[in-house]
């Protein structure tokens, strides 16, 4: 067995883990009311695929309720482990402010993690990325410059290039 084949192996053994446990937190029968914690929010992200967004890492994609400007549209977080680390932080409400005239960025509560990152790919007009050396997440309003290692691809919001040009907030929120 190759070292790729193991740690594919591995990663999926992984990933079914944490959808068990998620699962099992789910099936709770106490009538009292919860606060939602960040597991649990990252577990809501978790438990529910959709087909696959484009320009992204497309493996079991993670579908995510996303409103700019008070404007739902339609999104998916991939399965890489940055994403992963996003949708634990949900919910999330971010002020965007243009960069370059390809972007509009914000600033998540922490880092993520960049561990296991996927292979580096230029992004495109919709995909919701994270700038490692900043800790900043990006929303390409136009396709972007070549793959980059520090720019993490973490999904896809299906909104048309001037509605995310012109975004100047953005929720996401685990879909239910």
Request: aromatic share 4%; hydrophobic share 35%; glycine share 6%.
């Amino acid at each position: 067995m190759t070292t790729s084949t193991l740690h594919r192996a591995l990663t999926t053994t992984a990933t079914v883990g944490v959808l068990l446990l998620a699962a099992t937190a789910c099936s709770d029968d106490s009538s009292a009311e919860q606060t939602p914690t960040t597991a649990s929010a990252s577990s809501s992200a978790l438990g529910s695929a959709s087909a696959s967004p484009t320009g992204s890492d497309r493996s079991t994609p993670m579908d995510i309720r996303v409103t700019l400007d008070g404007q739902e549209v339609e999104a998916t977080l991939n399965d890489s482990p940055a994403a992963r680390d996003l949708a634990s932080l949900l919910p999330l409400t971010l002020d965007l402010k243009d960069f370059h005239g390809t972007e509009r960025i914000a600033d998540p509560p922490r880092k993520l993690t960049t561990e296991n990152a996927p292979e580096p790919q230029a992004p495109k007009t919709g995909d919701l990325s994270y700038y490692a050396p900043w800790g900043n997440l990006a929303l390409f309003y136009k396709d972007g410059p070549s793959a980059s290692s520090d720019l993490l691809v973490l999904g896809h919001v299906d909104a048309d290039a001037d509605q995310l040009a012109g975004a100047d907030r953005i929720t996401i929120e685990a879909a239910s």
